[in-house]
Nanobody, 123 residues
Framework: QVQLVESGGGLVQAGGSLRLSCAASGRTFYRMGWFRQAPGKEREFVATVRWNEGVTYYADSVKGRFTISRDNTKNTVYLQMNSLKAEDTAVYYC??????????????????WGQGTQVTVSS
């Protein structure tokens, strides 16, 4: 049974930092990523990493502030978020993709999802 379990969300002041973790169990994946969804908005891509090679991609809105990484030994992916802004406030979801392909920013292309963790940035 595949499970993605997120942790690390919380309340932080603007300019602060948080680190999200997502522990995967049940199998390994071709790619893992982070998405977020703010109230009244669609789920949007944040960052992704190709598991074996470690190649990463970021949304323009977080580039230079967020870093995605993975620990192969723990089957865990991380999202280090620095210089947080009020507009980063959202529920953050971990996602995993089984098959190779270029659609790494489309939520519909991911096969498994975590339960989400709330990140709130106060201004």
């Amino acid at each position: 049974q595949v499970q993605l379990v997120e942790s690390g969300g919380g309340l932080v002041q603007a300019g602060g930092s948080l680190r999200l973790s997502c522990a995967a169990s049940g199998r390994t994946f071709y790619r893992m990523g982070w998405f977020r969804q703010a109230p009244g908005k669609e789920r949007e891509f944040v960052a992704t990493v190709r598991w074996n090679e470690g190649v990463t991609y970021y949304a323009d809105s977080v580039k230079g502030r967020f870093t995605i990484s993975r620990d192969n030994t723990k089957n865990t992916v991380y999202l280090q978020m620095n210089s947080l802004k009020a507009e980063d406030t959202a529920v953050y979801y971990c996602a995993a993709k089984l098959a190779l392909g270029s659609s790494w920013s489309e939520a519909g292309k991911y096969d498994y999802w975590g339960q989400g963790t709330q990140v709130t940035v106060s201004s």
